[in-house]
């Protein structure tokens, strides 16, 4: 049975006495195999499967832990075995139970904005008002990470400015609730609170709860522990490895065990199989830097030698990702052995663009890949449209940026410039046939399949006399559809001015140089860099805006760089866009967030940009973040590096123009020695 693979720790945990049980299990000391330890141990010992409630971070995770009980016991035995995350255990109950219809929050919060949108802010004029998303993903916070408070109180401590609308945030709660009841809708908080609300009547059906990652549960989760209140709760977790503040984890849950739990018991697994001791030597350096909430002293099983960790020193930011990736294409392992570990989003962009640059594949994870990213998709389609006229969802595409022209619009304009370029739509903007005077097709009007004709008549092109537009548009029949407004014709002239600039024979490098500096793409630019400074009030934060400009900037200037090394558009066109969907599949080099590394493991990692302001992310612990939950952030880092680590940072940003220090981690680590001021 498992309880024969386990080592003494770890066998001791499993067989627990009933009761209060929380294991603090550190990275790599295997708590997954103590898990099905202790449930195997269960099972022997008179527990029936359906008495066993099994809660996990993730699904995968519940399925992994069961998957290795089947490999010991009858499957039909198994499969009785309650598991899976809080959110999958309340849906399967309540779906039993009651009709529930589980909504996305995309979905329910175009609902809860209909609502809120009737509402009148009679003082938004010194104090804006929430914006209806924010508020929506507020209420859940809220619901998450308090059990008991007033969300009037709540909310006065978190920003007292807002107290003054708090009776109307409210009223539309109450309302949206009402309706998502009339409905039967639920979101994923219904589902714990409706399901604590059920349980908290009834005995608990349950013997044992367990609980992986203890650490990563929020209030809320914890009165559903509370509620079930089963005779035995066995909870593993490493309050080191805290990491979802920001989501309504609560570190105190775990800290608190033993004060909540007078009789509780706590164990260690302190024997890590999966790092060297040079690896968790300094992932504990620099960890102790943190409070001790319970004493623990890990014991490294790995004997082979790899070396000790390796700091990396770059003079700029992009040559320190040049360089990584061409580290990594040295070092000859397998690349899903290898994984690039990054605390901010534009870390990964450059990584990625670096690594495609010398032929190596990449799967990126807790971030939109480089290649994903919309500025760099609007700019891809805009040089398939020099390449290939008639590349018909590329034009739609890039039109559908216009004000005022959605997809469908940008057919119709689409399929006019065909006809007016005799197969050209390119021509057809540029030198169209004016012989042809009505270019939009008639529309078949079918009532009974909701088809009519849009319009009774054309638009003369003239309404749009007093705007400065390139000549030959000016008397386009183009401009005769008469739901173009000024913004549509503003970027359909940029798009002459684009077309006219380029040819399929350019050189990658100048066309991408060139069209970055062009209003086809700044529009579209500043367009985005607008949509992503939007404040979680609903404001634009002018800081956020330039910054998005600056991050959309870099972009440009990592695929002008791309670009460089090909000579035909064609070729260049098949790289980047046939092969980025290849190289974000199958094997490749991980590239990956902190988080979403999270309960993963390398043989070799690099940790990037480890600068002051960067990692420790500043900005992040001035809203609302910790250096205390930066210094977990780095542990869990540096704890998926099995065999091989690289820590690196670079002393400027050549974009920017400004210098960095390096991060006070590598200090503590002791891999930087302070400066002696002289």
Known sequence: ????????????????????????ASAGTGKTSTIVGRISYLLHNGITPNEILLLTFTNKAAQEMLTRLAMKFDSKIVQQIEAGTFHAVAYRYLKAKESVVLKQPKELKVLFKSLYDKRIFLN????????????????????NATICEDFQVWLEKKNSEQLQYAEIYLDVWEEFKVLKQEYHYVDYNDLLLNYKSAIEKLESPYKEVLVDEYQDTNPLQDSILQALNPPSIFCVGDYDQSIYAFNGADISIIGSFKERYKEGRIFSLTKNYRSTEPILNLANRVIEKNPRIYPKKLEVIKTQNFGTPTLLVYEELFLQYCGIANKIKLSNRPFGDVAVIFRNNSSADGIEAALREIGIPSKRKGSVSFFDAKEVVYMLNLCSLIFNAKDMMSFIHVLSYAKGIGNALAKDIYEALLLLGHHNPIQGLLHPDKSIKEPFKK????????LFDDWVEFSSPARFVAMDLEKNLKENP????????????EFLNALYVFFSSFSANDKPYYLISKLSSLPIFQIVAHKLARERSITKEGNISEERRIESLER????????????????DLGRFLNAMVLGSSEMSEGEGVNLLSIHASKGLEFAEVYIVDLMEGRFPNKKLMNQGGSLEEERRLFYVAVTRAKEVLYLSYAKKDALKNIPYEGSIFLYEAGLLTKRVLS
């Open 1 to 24: 049975m498992p309880l024969s693979n386990l080592n003494a720790q770890q066998r001791e945990a499993s067989q627990a006495p009933f009761g209060h049980n929380l294991i603090i």
């Open 124 to 143: 938004a004029s010194s104090v804006q008002p929430y914006g209806a998303n924010y508020l929506y993903d507020l209420f859940s916070l809220y619901f």
């Open 443 to 450: 529309k078949a009007q079918n009532t009974q399949l909701g």
């Open 478 to 489: 183009i401009l005769t559809h008469p739901k173009l407004t000024k913004e549509g014709v």
């Open 552 to 567: 959309i900037q870099r972009k440009v200037l990592l695929l002008k760089d791309l670009a460089s090394h090909y000579n």
